[in-house]
């Protein structure tokens, strides 16, 4: 991974990993409970900007560290911890996403999701055209707004990369160990989801000028 | 280089990964080109916007959440394992368990002639030779015969067979004390109390008229809200029933069989029968149709954003239809739907109703939120302390960020 990915220190972290990883076997649950609070960040960052939701990408982020403890016994440290995390998180993230797709519209705000993929409306979102939307009234969240709804609506595997890159900081390297991927379709990926958001946000970025 | 290439070479520029001859070619077409230079300007602030987001934090406590759903299977496991591993204790306990279960069965298979019945009802029907003399009908007089229910599959729904059909008239017609029903009659119903009977087979439901000819002193029957649900459908789908004194309307037994709070349900109707318009000099809602009409129109139109259709449907639904389970969804939905389009007062008392006639509706935290912000757009600096109290209530709820946000906007 690229040095500086946010949340996850980096000296020896792959050592300590290993170690870490061999005690929760042995039946350590704190030492586990280290490596959830060492990636909870990582995962719950990447999941959040993946489905947009908060409660979602917890519920998400916690299914992702389950997994990972049921799935200690078959990590033989081929590869980073990080890495085969990363990759847990990543498939369970496209996973939720095509089971929300697959959900039938659901009327309930409980609910997770729309027909569209993207969050039902909120009481909170649901002022008519013209009125002060709650959040219009806040400037300063208006453009981490505007683009967790722009990026809500690349396709998922294009959103994906683009967040392992940009947000999350990953090598390309990594990233296409982490997806399986070819690191042509990664870069290729990239480039057509960076360009895409782009489109996206033009109107955005010339309304208020600089980003 | 064309304006293509160098667009498409403008992610190994912004990584970085260009050099040499390359990185020299793009760079000379940027310089002339303005077109290229406007568009990478914008990649840039494109990619800086992006970088905004940046990462989050989960909230609080999240690790220890996941180190609970770790550990507590393996707590049930260790239970379990103290419980019944060695095998001089397990042993005994599965065969006694064994054999209380063969002794209640049996128990419950002599005195309980319904039971028996409902295995003579799977058996096939018998052939030309085998028939099984009827039971003779009671004979009951006409004056005190109550009206014989519909038993004819509705259209479309296959004919009941002579067998099922005789079944279910001599189920459908009273019994005398001492003869045992022929069908299992509902588990749940205490005796003395009315009687909701199926008349024909579960597959004939639709069709069926329903009968209470119970005296009004008996306690209201209490069934589970799955059977009433049907029971419902079937009075909706059946003609509709001749005034006459022995017959009830589903509609009154509607909350008993539902199952839900006795007081809730009354709070509900008596809201619902009093149907006051929400705007001063507007007429309560005329809207004819089933509940199941109602409510679907409404939640489709909710669905879509039609809101004032959504307003419409929900009023109607309210006005019409009091006892139904899904009233509190309705007002709930109405409230939403009032504030969708800015008619905060509307909304402000339709959630305070919500809240205060079902204090556990899955859509109180929801609720909550929304009777704040529309106190707030209406001007009243309530809704500050409501947005407080549902964020320390419900600080995972979807709509906690957005009202923190209009918190800081409004409450200062």
Known sequence: MQEGTPGVPQVDVADDDRRLVERARTGDARAFEALVRRYERWVFTLALRMVGDRAEAEDIAQEVFLKAYRGLEGFRGASRFSTWLYSIASHHCLSALASRSRTATSLSFGGRSGAGGEDPPSPLDRLPDGAPRADAILEGRDLARTVQAELAKLPEDHRLVLILRDIQGMAYAEIAQTLGLELGTVRSRLHRARMDLRARLRPHLIEGGEA | ?412
């Open chain 2, 1 to 412: 280089m064309t304006c293509d290439e160098a667009r498409a070479a403008f992610t190994d520029l912004y990584d970085g990964t260009l050099s040499g001859s390359p990185l020299a070619a793009l760079s000379q077409h940027l310089d002339g080109c303005p077109a290229c230079q406007a568009e990478w300007a914008e990649f840039r602030k494109a990619m800086r916007a992006l970088v905004t987001l940046g990462e989050s934090e989960p909230s609080p406590g999240f690790a220890a959440r996941v180190m609970e759903r770790i550990e507590a299977p393996s707590r049930w496991q260790t239970a379990i394992q103290a419980l019944f591993f060695p095998l001089r204790m397990k042993v005994p306990l599965h065969a006694a368990a064994l054999v209380v279960l063969l002794l209640v069965g049996t128990w419950l298979l002599q005195r309980s002639p319904e039971i028996r019945q409902a295995a003579d009802v799977r058996v096939p029907a018998p052939t030309a030779r085998q028939v099984v003399p009827a039971a003779p009908t009671p004979p009951v007089p006409e004056a005190k015969t109550a009206p014989q229910p519909e038993v004819s599959a509705p259209t479309g729904m296959p004919a009941p067979s002579g067998r099922e059909a005789r079944i279910a008239r001599r189920e459908a017609a009273p019994r005398p004390a001492d003869v045992p029903p022929k069908t299992a009659p509902t588990p749940s119903i205490p005796e003395g109390a009315p009687k909701v009977e199926e008349s024909a087979p579960r597959k004939e439901q639709k069709g069926v008229t329903l009968e209470a000819p119970a005296p009004a002193s008996a306690p209201a029957p209490v069934l589970p809200a799955r059977r009433a649900e049907s029971v419902e459908t079937a009075s909706k789908l059946a003609p509709p029933p001749p005034a006459a004194p022995a017959r009830r309307e589903v509609k009154d037994i509607a909350p008993a069989l539902t199952g839900a709070p006795a007081k809730e349900k009354e709070r509900e109707a008596a809201l619902a029968m009093r149907a006051a318009p929400a705007k001063e000099g507007e007429v309560a809602p005329q809207v004819a149709g089933s509940a199941d009409e109602l409510f679907s129109s409404g939640a489709t139109a909710f669905a879509s954003r039609d809101y004032p259709k959504a307003i419409e449907s929900f009023r109607a639904f309210l006005a019409g239809h009091g006892t139904d389970r899904r009233i509190g969804d309705a007002r709930f939905y109405l409230a939403s739907a009032y504030l969708a389009v800015g008619r905060h007062a509307e909304a402000a008392a339709e959630y305070e109703t919500f809240l205060r006639v079902y204090p556990n509706h899955r859509q109180v935290p929801t609720a909550l939120y929304g009777q704040g912000e529309a106190r707030l757009l209406m001007g009243d600096q309530a809704g500050c302390q409501i947005l407080r109290s549902a964020l320390s209530q419900h600080p995972q709820a979807r709509e906690a960020a957005a009202a923190r946000d209009l918190l800081a906007a409004r409450c200062r």
